[in-house]
């Protein structure tokens, strides 16, 4: 079979940072203070590509009515939504949190887990570090999850870096969406909560679009989704944000949603993993919707408590459906030691926070 390599590092062209040739005006950057990683990933730079199994130059698509196409979109969408009118775990918001619960969740093959994202593309602010920056920050130990994901990233002394942030959010989305027992309704908003004796048992649904536009429209009732257990993955106040918080505020199951205080990295990751709960009776909080709840400080771009708080709330959930869990002693797998020092914390000061 004919292949083609080809070496992308022969002679590299001048950098527009060249501190000698800089494209800024003004005084060249200095190179002392540039960071050179502790320990990097090699990468290998050859490229090889095997033979187009198919003639470009006369390439012609098999027939199709579009009515096929149309009949196939809509029946596996109505067979999903009949599935999933009853579940077991409801994951509201598919973010960093969100996304790294339903993938701790979906481990087990027992558990048919539902995520409702109300953007067209989930991954919340994961597609991009701090101030539209392309890098992940991720301070250890959290970085063990990025190696469960096969994820490659530049290890300094207490942190690692991952080049783009879009890698780790289209990677755990690519295992995630791929398992059976897992289905994204993306474009679906979470309208509100169904609440039935003192329980969560599940959620109100519509099309994102329409929940928009409710003041410009007549009635559009919504749809429902039952669940034994709903993760709420809000993120912090906004729009959509901390809405799961909100609403068990606006119906007198929660007193009060102070929003998260100033910026303090460390102090904010610790408190994310250390305070996701269950809240009320079957509803857990999971990421940056536990600093609106708890008042905990924002934590800025660093993503680790995200993907371990995620990973908390699915253990979380595992426990109350009585399946083997993380937080009990009962999983049976790699255990993450971060999982068992957020398990360690004091009930009574959880419930207390």
């Known amino acids: 079979m004919a292949t083609l390599t080809s ?177 994204l309704f993306n474009a679906v908003a979470a309208e509100d909560l169904i609440i039935k004796e003192g329980k969560v048992g599940g959620v109100v649904t519509n099309w994102a679009l329409v929940s928009m536009n409710h003041d410009t429209q007549s009635c559009m009732d919504p749809n429902v989704m039952e669940a034994k257990v709903v993760v709420s993955s809000c993120g912090h106040d906004g729009p959509f944000g901390a809405t799961g918080v909100k609403r068990l505020r606006s119906v007198g199951m929660i007193d009060s949603v102070p929003g998260m205080k100033a910026l303090d990295m460390n102090t904010a990751e610790d408190e994310i993993v250390r305070l996701t709960r269950e809240v009320v009776p079957g509803m857990i909080v999971t990421g940056m919707e536990v600093a609106e709840i708890d008042g905990s400080p924002r934590m800025g771009p660093t993503f680790g408590a995200m993907m371990i708080s995620g990973q908390k709330a699915a253990h979380l959930a595992l426990k109350s459906l009585g399946l083997p869990n993380a937080l009990d002693g009962t999983y049976i797998g790699n255990l993450h030691p971060e999982l068992v020092l957020a398990a360690a914390a004091d009930a009574a000061e959880i419930a207390e926070a």
């Open 7 to 183: 070496s992308l590092c022969s002679k590299p062209k001048a950098s527009v940072f060249d501190p000698h040739k800089s494209s800024f005006h003004g005084v060249p950057i200095a190179t002392q203070a540039r960071l050179s990683p502790v320990k990097s990933t090699p990468v290998n730079l050859a490229v090889t590509a095997a033979a187009m199994p198919y003639d470009l130059r006369s390439f012609k698509f098999e027939p199709i009515k579009e009515s096929i196409v149309s009949r196939e979109m809509t029946r596996r969408y109505m067979m999903d939504m009949i599935t999933y009118a009853d579940t077991d775990v409801v994951v509201v918001g598919a973010g960093s949190a969100g996304l790294s619960c339903a993938y701790e969740l979906s481990k087990n093959p027992s558990v048919q887990v539902a995520i409702i994202e109300q953007s067209v593309s989930p991954g919340g602010g994961a597609w991009l570090g701090g101030q539209l920056f392309s890098s992940m920050v991720v301070r250890k130990p959290a970085h063990r999850f990025l190696d469960e994901l096969g994820l490659e990233y530049d290890e300094q002394d207490n942190y690692v870096v991952i080049k783009h942030a879009a890698l780790f959010t289209s990677t755990i989305m690519s295992k995630l969406l791929a398992r059976p027992n897992v289905k």
